[in-house]
Each structure stands twice: as C-alpha cells, then as structure tokens.
C-alpha cells in the first residue's frame, strides 16, 4: 500500500460510543442516590427514554452546552417516568465525568494502533467537543499513538464537511492519496473522504448491508482485519 498516514473516526470506531454513554447515565443516577428500582423502572426503559430526549437536545448543540444538555436530557426523561429528584445539576457533572474519565474500546484497539504505528502516521478526526474528545482519549492510554486530533468543535467544521478533511491534510501535511480514513459512518465518515477523494475503509461494525451506492475501497468487520491490510 502507498498510504502514508491512516486517519480514525474515534466514536464507534475506537471507541465504544454507546457502552460509554451507558455507563454516564446509569452510573449518574448511582452517584446521585436516584434509584431506578425503588421508582419501578428497568434500565432498559430509563435508557430508550433517555435516548429519545437526548438525540433530539443534541441537535441544538449550537445553542446549549454540553452540560446543558444533558440536564434537559435528565430532565425530560425524569418527569416521563414520573421520578422525582432535585439532583438534575449534580446528574449532569457527574455524567460528564464518568464519560469523560471512563473509556470503554472497541475490540484489539491497542494492538491494531500498535502495530499501524511501526509504518504509518496515525491521526483522527472525530465530531464533538474538545472538552470530551480529548480526555476521552487519554482515559483510553491512545492519545498517544496519533500526530493530529482534529475535533469539530475546535475547527468550526464537522463531518461530513470536506473543510475538516482538508483541515487534517494540511496538518499532516499529506494530501488526498497518502491516506486512508477509517470509519464506522457512511453518512458522516465515509461521505466526507468521498468528497475529498480519500480512499474509505468501512469499519462495518453492525455488518450491515451496504446501500448500493455506497462503495468503499475496505470494508472490514473487526478492526484487526485492517492489519492483514497494512502489515
């Protein structure tokens, strides 16, 4: 392979997004004394309804910060299911430091980053906040293994614009053909790279059928497939 670099989408692709967002919301609730049996709702429930609120909050993240809005998701979710607290601020901070402080990987991540590093540069490009990507990262020991993070928030441009790609570019100081993106999203990760003309490696984690548009140069469904790729 002529690549020089392999850039990483991180949530859902080296990180196990929603193990690390259950984990803040239900160990939240523990930290605040809110007891999810004594109100007779399973986990299970409190979880659907907390992702109903909390998908359509973080689409005015433009608007709120990130604390406030997982206070509006807390809120909303505890009035629905009829519980009653006055920890919502405390739910909040503690939610963002659980997620901030306790990484759940995908499978093989350090050995598949340990073994890219010996040949290849190593960056990421994720959507979000700096202030979670980043210790996100560092609570996982992987922020190391990469020369560039370019986090959305700091640039001003999120997938799938071609602005964040670009952006990466320039700080690699690489173009297009010396990199391979390596992402779990068609619609955010594998859209972009496509406009930037940067081959696409399809971390289909869910193995999913692929629209019939949609074809990436790799297509793997562990991510310890990539090194019979590039070892």
């Not at 967002?21 to 930290?31: F, K, M, S, T």
């Not at 073994?115 to 560092?138: E, W």
Request: proline share 3%; charged share 20%.
């Amino acid at each position: 392979m002529s690549y020089k670099a392999i850039i990483f989408d991180l949530d859902n692709t080296l990180l196990n997004f929603e193990l690390c967002e259950r984990q803040a919301i239900l160990g939240a609730l523990e930290d605040c004394a809110v007891s999810l049996n004594l109100n007779g709702v399973s986990e299970t429930i409190f979880l659907q309804v907390f992702e109903t609120y909390n998908s359509k909050y973080w689409r005015q993240r433009d608007i709120f910060s990130p604390s406030e809005l997982i206070k509006m998701s807390y809120r909303s979710t505890l009035a629905q299911l009829y519980i009653q607290t006055d920890q919502i601020s405390n739910l909040s901070q503690s939610f963002w430091h659980i997620f901030n402080h306790f990484a759940v990987m995908e499978p093989d991540v350090n050995e598949v980053l340990t073994v890219l590093a010996r040949n290849y540069r190593l960056a990421v490009i994720t959507n979000g906040f700096v202030s979670a990507q980043l210790p996100r990262m560092q609570a996982a020991g992987i922020e190391h293994f990469f020369e560039a993070v370019v986090v959305s928030e700091a640039i001003g441009f999120a997938k799938p614009s071609p602005e964040i790609f670009h952006h990466a570019l320039s700080r690699l100081n690489l173009t297009s053909a010396e990199v391979l993106y390596v992402g779990d999203s068609l619609k955010h990760d594998y859209a972009g790279a496509t406009q930037v003309k940067m081959d696409f490696c399809y971390y289909n984690r869910k193995n999913q059928n692929l629209p019939q548009e949609a074809k990436p140069k790799f297509m793997i469904s562990e991510l310890l497939n990539l090194l019979e790729f590039f070892n």
